[in-house]
């Protein structure tokens, strides 16, 4: 199961750092290139919110099924301890679907405003040409 964690990471890096490299500004040489990259990417990059939702599921279902512990002396000192850690590495899991699934959104919206505003600069070097 920790393959899929570190997939899912990965990928989240992957969306971050192209999310800064076509919003630091000064790089337009290369946001022209990484437009056309990350727009091909998008695609692929959507079986991350399936993944999500089935990791999403695995988290839950591991918390429906997990032991409890509710009395005091109803676990050893050790138990309790794994079921601390249990719930820990679920809360970051969780954190990590949330950023994966945020990053993919704001990626893909940041994406289709760039090339929007390509579009609208485009069209004003064009009428300026034609009033010149």
Request: glycine share 4%; proline share 4%; hydrophobic share 50%.
């Amino acid at each position: 199961m920790a393959l899929e964690w570190v997939v899912l990471g990965y990928a989240a890096g992957a969306e971050a750092v192209m999310l800064l490299l076509l919003t630091l500004p000064g790089l337009d040489a290369l946001r022209r290139g990484m437009i056309s990259v990350v727009r091909s990417a998008l695609k692929p990059m959507m079986s991350v919110v399936p993944f999500c939702l089935f990791l999403l599921m695995d988290i839950y279902w591991k918390y429906e099924t997990r032991p409890t512990c509710d009395d005091e002396h109803a676990c050893t000192p050790s138990e309790h301890l794994r079921h601390q850690k249990s719930i820990m590495k679920s809360q970051r899991n969780a954190l990590l679907i949330a950023a994966a699934l945020l990053l993919y959104w704001i990626l893909f919206h940041v994406t289709s405003l760039v090339v929007r505003l390509d579009q609208l600069q485009q069209r004003v070097d064009k009428l300026k040409k034609r009033d010149d």
